[in-house]
């Protein structure tokens, strides 16, 4: 299961995030990648890094060039449209737009088809560079906010995902949605946390929101609003976490042989996902 991290506030992201993703290596992984932007208007375009491996890769490559700001996603990917490889890692970049995602687009065959007509070209063999195209082109068409570009995005795709957006062109914002794959918020004091798992961000906060079907979240340093995919709000009460750590990453079950037992059916749902084709009734065997 890929692991997805997000900050927005006032320290240095590139640390939070790193730190983030190593609380959640325990979900496994084959590649690694962060982007940085800062979080005021005028500033310097974002970062992107990533590389095929394991974290310590990362840390190596931030290590030696730094990226600085204060607004960031991370993400850890576990392959399934495309080998492990460094083009394949996540985020994915088109024009100013980065994203990272858990999950499978079921009709990104189709839909990249559309976009390759359309004039576009892709870099990666992965299903979720469909969607920061589809982000990309919903703004060129003139959405007015980066929550507008996401969400025309997401009225095309279908499967299941948690998502992380951040833009150079929409600073101090990260926005986050959520269809059939955990996302969590966290709530801090001038900063803002987004993970797919607790364990990510407990050190920094406990007063969390987690997001339910069909989420779209607006994430600032203030706080988060939620809308559904039409735009209409939503008010999600937030909840103090009282598990420690090793319990976080339990996931509330008192061990982890449990907590596996309860996953086996999402397990075999998104195993499956990953390999059929609904729009074409096909399976696809790519590397077995």
Same mark, same amino acid.
């Given at each position: 299961?890929?692991?997805?991290?997000?900050?927005?506030?006032?320290?240095?992201?590139?640390?939070?995030?790193?730190?983030? =993703?190593?609380?959640?290596?325990?979900?496994?992984?084959?590649?690694?990648?962060?982007?940085?932007?800062?979080?005021?208007?005028?500033?310097?375009?974002?970062?992107?890094?990533?590389?095929?491996?394991? $974290? *310590?890769?990362?840390? @190596?490559?931030?290590?030696?060039?730094?990226?600085?700001? @204060?607004?960031?996603?991370?993400?850890?990917?576990?392959?399934?449209?495309?080998?492990? *490889?460094?083009?394949?890692?996540?985020?994915?970049?088109?024009?100013? !737009?980065?994203?990272?995602?858990?999950?499978?687009?079921?009709?990104?065959?189709? &839909?990249?088809?559309? =976009?390759?007509?359309?004039?576009?070209?892709?870099?990666?063999?992965?299903? #979720?560079?469909?969607?920061?195209?589809? !982000?990309?082109?919903?703004?060129?068409?003139?959405?007015?906010?980066?929550?507008?570009?996401?969400?025309?995005? $997401?009225?095309?795709?279908?499967?299941?995902?948690?998502?992380?957006?951040? *833009?150079?062109?929409?600073?101090?914002?990260?926005?986050?949605?959520? !269809?059939?794959?955990?996302?969590?918020?966290?709530?801090?004091?001038?900063?803002?946390? =987004?993970?797919?798992?607790?364990?990510?961000? $407990?050190?920094? #906060?406990?007063?969390?929101?987690?997001?339910?079907?069909?989420?779209?979240?607006?994430? @600032?340093?203030?706080?988060?609003?939620?809308?559904? &995919?039409?735009?209409?709000?939503?008010?999600?009460? *937030?909840?103090?976490? #009282?598990?420690?750590?090793?319990?976080?990453?339990?996931?509330?079950?008192?061990?982890?042989? $449990?907590?596996?037992?309860?996953?086996?059916?999402?397990? !075999?749902?998104? @195993?499956?996902?990953?390999?059929?084709? &609904?729009? #074409?009734?096909?399976?696809?065997?790519?590397?077995?």
């Amino acid at each position: 299961m890929c692991g997805i991290v997000g900050y927005v506030g006032s320290k240095e992201a590139t640390p939070l995030l790193i730190s983030g =993703l190593r609380k959640l290596e325990y979900r496994g992984y084959d590649s690694a990648g962060l982007a940085v932007a800062n979080s005021g208007s005028g500033s310097s375009p974002m970062q992107v890094v990533r590389c095929r491996g394991k $974290l *310590s890769g990362l840390e @190596t490559l931030v290590e030696r060039e730094p990226p600085r700001g @204060t607004v960031g996603i991370g993400h850890t990917r576990w392959a399934t449209h495309g080998r492990p *490889s460094e083009a394949n890692a996540h985020p994915h970049r088109v024009g100013p !737009i980065a994203v990272v995602h858990n999950g499978i687009i079921e009709n990104y065959l189709a &839909l990249r088809a559309r =976009l390759e007509v359309a004039g576009r070209r892709f870099s990666s063999e992965t299903d #979720t560079e469909i969607v920061a195209h589809l !982000i990309d082109e919903a703004l060129a068409d003139g959405a007015k906010t980066l929550g507008d570009g996401v969400r025309a995005a $997401l009225r095309q795709v279908h499967g299941a995902y948690a998502l992380a957006v951040v *833009s150079e062109k929409h600073p101090g914002q990260i926005i986050a949605a959520k !269809i059939a794959s955990p996302l969590v918020i966290g709530l801090g004091k001038g900063e803002t946390f =987004l993970a797919s798992d607790v364990p990510a961000f $407990l050190e920094h #906060t406990r007063e969390v929101i987690f997001l339910e079907e069909g989420d779209i979240a607006e994430i @600032t340093a203030d706080g988060a609003k939620l809308t559904d &995919l039409e735009g209409k709000p939503i008010i999600r009460p *937030s909840k103090t976490i #009282t598990w420690d750590a090793a319990q976080a990453e339990k996931g509330g079950y008192p061990h982890f042989m $449990l907590k596996e037992i309860h996953e086996q059916p999402r397990a !075999i749902a998104d @195993t499956l996902r990953a390999r059929l084709r &609904l729009e #074409t009734g096909d399976a696809d065997l790519e590397g077995f």
